[in-house]
């Protein structure tokens, strides 16, 4: 059984304060999270893990202050990070208002306009749920193809998530990326898991990005995977299209980078998901 007062003096601890107000929070199936007021007049989010893979929390940690470094989105700054332990800023949620959106969009276009020393991670830690690899590449291709397609190709057929056939289709798009991929692009400073539930909009209005799979690659993928999912309003992307306007065709390049993150579902959930990765598929094949 989870000990909330040996965590809540943990934290103290690792701020170097004591804690006089604990209130959990929703958590998910693994993850603990509390809101905690200090006595010196501080509040902080902090959370914890069951049974964290190794540097679990010092991986997130270290996505969140790269993107902060960038001053182009709002992310929550890191106040402790140990094994089993991650204390940050807390964010008071509000309401958006007609210009939130768009705000939004201008802001992940400055982001990925920051840029990356390379495609991948500099410390080369691995990300998200499947610990997928983020050595660093030179190109786009090499990257999508060898830390995310091959290596979710190899996942999906150890789990039987997805028939032999689809798997044999996601290695032959793996090939195929020189000519399926579009424009030459530098890459691009992203968030690595932009779904809605890692958006929090504050009670100025103000969007901030949690919970990162944060990685050099190409920035068309962060707005793939708003899409999605949903959540996110038309101007956010006009707004983006507007600042850092994206290469020809990439339209018809969404269902190509929902790939990875719709293979991942697929292997963690199946159902609808093996289906919907077969339509992308389709898509990018049909090409």
């Given amino acids: 059984m989870f000990d909330t007062a040996k965590f809540t003096e943990r934290v103290g601890r690792s701020l170097g304060a004591t804690v006089t107000e604990c209130a959990r929070l929703g958590g998910g199936d693994v993850a603990e999270s509390f809101r905690m007021d200090l006595d010196d007049g501080r509040v902080v989010f902090a959370k914890t893990h069951r049974s964290p893979p190794p540097e679990f929390f010092q991986t997130e940690a270290a996505g969140l202050t790269w993107l902060r470094d960038s001053g182009a989105v709002a992310v929550p700054e890191v106040h402790a990070v140990e094994d089993g332990l991650l204390v940050l800023e807390w964010i008071a949620e509000g309401a958006p208002t007609a210009a939130t959106e768009a705000d939004l969009g201008r802001a992940l276009a400055r982001l990925h306009r920051s840029g990356a020393p390379a495609f991948g991670r500099s410390d080369?830690?691995?990300?998200?749920?499947?610990?997928?690899?983020?050595?660093?590449?030179?190109?786009?291709?090499?990257?999508?193809?060898?830390?995310?397609?091959?290596?979710?190709?190899?996942?999906?057929?150890?789990?039987?998530?997805?028939?032999?056939?689809?798997?044999?289709?996601?290695?032959?798009?793996?090939?195929?990326?020189?000519?399926?991929?579009?424009?030459?692009?530098?890459?691009?400073?992203?968030?690595?898991?932009?779904?809605?539930?890692?958006?929090?909009?504050?009670?100025?209005?103000?969007?901030?990005?949690?919970?990162?799979?944060?990685?050099?690659?190409?920035?068309?993928?962060?707005?793939?995977?708003?899409?999605?999912?949903?959540?996110?309003?038309?101007?956010?992307?006009?707004?983006?299209?507007?600042?850092?306007?994206?290469?020809?065709?990439?339209?018809?390049?969404?269902?190509?980078?929902?790939?990875?993150?719709?293979?991942?579902?697929?292997?963690?959930?199946?159902?609808?998901?093996?289906?919907?990765?077969?339509?992308?598929?389709?898509?990018?094949?049909?090409?």
């Avoid at 995977?225 to 290469?247: I, S």
């Fill in 124 to 287: 080369r830690r691995t990300t998200g749920s499947r610990r997928l690899p983020n050595d660093p590449c030179d190109t786009w291709e090499e990257f999508y193809a060898t830390r995310r397609l091959l290596p979710l190709a190899r996942l999906a057929a150890d789990a039987d998530a997805l028939p032999e056939p689809r798997v044999r289709r996601l290695e032959q798009v793996a090939g195929r990326l020189p000519e399926l991929g579009g424009p030459t692009e530098p890459p691009a400073r992203l968030h690595g898991d932009l779904w809605a539930g890692n958006r929090l909009v504050d009670a100025t209005s103000q969007s901030w990005l949690i919970d990162p799979a944060a990685h050099g690659g190409h920035r068309e993928f962060d707005l793939a995977m708003m899409r999605l999912f949903g959540g996110f309003g038309e101007a956010a992307f006009d707004a983006y299209h507007d600042e850092y306007p994206l290469g020809d065709g990439w339209q018809h390049r969404v269902p190509l980078h929902q790939l990875a993150p719709l293979v991942v579902h697929a292997i963690k959930f199946g159902g609808s998901y093996r289906a919907a990765t077969r339509r992308a598929l389709d898509a990018v094949l049909a090409g």
